[in-house]
């Protein structure tokens, strides 16, 4: 993509748009663009050949201002020490504007996973989570699955964590397997977060959901459970994408049966109710009521978002538009739900995840929906008071100035340390 940005600077100028907005100094914002700490390693593992291989890691502890830091760990080729630090920033961000009492942080890899055995991979995450004991723990910093990693390495690092310090704490990492400690609607959390948010932004532009025609780009774990809960409360399905392709029927498909026809053949493509298959870029840029990107960063930048005709996006992905792309649909009057608060449902249920854990009483799936349909139903109505109250062009600005606010108002209660 042509404006794609530093992912870093990214984050540094969206917390500079807010600032216009927020009772904060200056110095305060500096320090609010920053991590606190960055940790760098080098880990050396032997592969199965016998050949030692050194691998670059990353933990970015960005604030710690509101509770523990929390954040997830990639494994991909790009994971690198800016990558590291905006994704941090962006947690802090995302913990502030659904109010939940964690901070920021984030870590990965840089590697591809596909080169490697799965013994080769235990090895490498036990090495990491040694680098990691010092720093991490359930009262200090409480990591999670992202890209490439999931309740496998989550195990790995817990089951590390806790023979090397002789205790039981599973609330030390979330994202677990059931069994070990994990949360009921934690998997679906994610697209349940981006339909409770898309369902408020429908209320609050007086929209009618029910029949509202629904294109969600990526049909992975985040985009097809918002496909099916958005199909539920009465809205139609017409596209879907996956990286083979998308579908469309503008008479809408079932998002289930898509779903299983993907799970046989791989991709959505093919799928019998879709009436044509059309490209990646055309499901982006379909006269639907609402969009949902799911898939990867930078999906959109300014020259595709010129041809954006939703009325709203919900973003399920972390930063599905550039921020060019960002100004024109702000000039076209798209009402975009920033994935800080979108797709918070995740962050929101791995925090029950760790609430159950420390109270070693687990909690029914009906109940982790519930709370969670609080959660983000206030933290959209924060979100629209300041952007009303500031009469402001872009509900991205909105959230980052609530949440930019509550992280500042946390740091200065706490008063000055020598
Ligand atoms: P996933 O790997 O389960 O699914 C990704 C999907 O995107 C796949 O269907 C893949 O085929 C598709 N895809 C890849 N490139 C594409 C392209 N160019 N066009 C269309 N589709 C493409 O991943 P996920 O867990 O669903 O995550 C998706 C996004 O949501 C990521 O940005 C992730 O950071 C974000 N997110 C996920 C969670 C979560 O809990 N899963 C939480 C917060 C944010």
């Given at each position: 993509m042509s404006d794609e940005a530093n992912p870093f600077e990214s984050l540094q100028s969206q917390i500079d748009e807010a600032a216009n907005y927020l009772d904060v100094g200056g110095d305060e914002i500096e320090r609010l663009k920053h991590p606190e700490r960055v940790l760098e390693t080098n880990l050396t593992i032997e592969g199965d050949d016998g050949d030692l291989e050194r691998f670059t890691a990353f933990r970015s502890q960005f604030n710690g201002d509101r509770g523990p830091y929390k954040g997830g760990i990639r494994y991909h080729p790009q994971v690198s020490r800016d990558e590291v630090k905006a994704l941090s920033g962006w947690m802090t961000y995302k913990t502030a504007i659904v109010d939940i009492p964690l901070g920021g942080g984030k870590g990965g890899i840089?590697?591809?996973?596909?080169?490697?055995s799965e013994a080769e991979l235990e090895r490498l995450t036990r090495s990491f989570a040694k680098e990691l004991r010092p720093l991490i723990g359930e009262d200090r910093d409480v990591p999670a699955p992202d890209v490439n990693t999931g309740q496998r390495e989550m195990n790995w690092i817990k089951d590390t964590y806790e023979t090397l310090e002789n205790t039981t704490e599973p609330g030390v990492i979330t994202g677990k397997a059931l069994d070990s400690g994990g949360s009921e609607g934690r998997v679906e959390a994610t697209g349940r977060s981006t339909v409770i948010a898309a369902r408020e932004a429908f209320d609050y532009l007086d929209k009618d959901l029910e029949g509202a025609t629904v294109a969600v780009q990526g049909y992975g774990n985040a985009g097809w459970i918002a496909a099916k809960l958005i199909d539920e409360m009465g809205a139609t399905v017409v596209a879907a994408s996956d990286s083979s392709g998308g579908i469309y029927n503008p008479d809408g498909f079932d998002p289930v049966a898509a779903k299983e026809h993907k799970n046989e053949?791989?991709?959505?493509?093919?799928?019998?109710?879709?009436d044509e298959e059309i490209t990646n870029d055309e499901v982006l840029t379909l006269d639907v009521d609402l969009l949902i990107p799911a898939a990867l960063e930078n999906a959109i930048d300014a020259d595709l978002a010129e041809d954006v005709a939703a009325d709203v996006i919900s973003e399920a992905a972390n930063g599905p538009l550039t921020p060019a792309a960002d100004e024109v649909l702000e000039e076209t009057d798209v009402f975009v739900i920033p994935d800080i608060l979108a797709n918070a449902g995740g962050v929101t249920v791995s925090y029950f995840e760790w609430v159950q854990n420390r109270q070693r009483f687990y909690w029914s799936e009906e109940r982790v929906n519930e709370e969670l349909e609080t959660i983000i139903v206030d933290a959209f109505d924060a979100l629209v008071e300041t952007y009303e109250e500031h009469d402001l062009e872009n509900p991205r600005t909105a959230a980052y100035v609530v949440a930019i606010q509550r992280v500042a108002d946390a740091f200065e209660e706490a008063g000055s340390w020598p």
């Open positions: 840089a590697l591809d996973p596909d080169d490697y053949t791989g991709s959505v493509v093919g799928y019998e109710e879709s």
